[in-house]
Nanobody
Framework: QVQLVESGGGLVQAGASLRLSCEAS????????MAWFRQAPGKEREFVAA????????HYAESLKGRFTISRDNAKKTVYLQMNSLKSEDTAVYYC??????????????WGQGTQVTVSS
């Protein structure tokens, strides 16, 4: 069983940065691939980024490369999403996910409750 708790969301102006955190309860956190997804109002949930269990491999949604960075600290059982140069279209609920997956885009078996990110233009 894995419990995930996201934090770090909020209201920011366009061009600002935010760092989201996701803390996991799993004993074997370091064996899970971790990912971030987001869901904007009226839209389907979409993949943002993922990181392998070791942190040695990452994968990003093509449209977000260069602005978003995923990282993890296995000692702290935490995964991060650094978001820079935020745009209004980044407004969404951001979800953390965990799984032992063959593909970094999923499917993931464990999900957090989400944290709201709102970017004002």
């Amino acid at each position: 069983q894995v419990q995930l708790v996201e934090s770090g969301g909020g209201l920011v102006q366009a061009g600002a940065s935010l760092r989201l955190s996701c803390e996991a309860s799993a004993r074997s956190f370091s064996t899970y691939t971790m990912a971030w997804f987001r869901q904007a109002p009226g839209k389907e949930r979409e993949f943002v980024a993922a990181i392998s269990w070791s942190g040695g491999s990452t994968h990003y949604a093509e449209s977000l490369k260069g602005r978003f960075t995923i990282s993890r600290d296995n000692a702290k059982k935490t995964v991060y999403l650094q978001m820079n140069s935020l745009k209004s279209e980044d407004t969404a609920v951001y979800y953390c996910a965990a799984g032992r997956v063959a593909s970094m885009t999923g499917p993931y078996g464990y999900w957090g409750q989400g944290t709201q990110v709102t970017v004002s233009s």
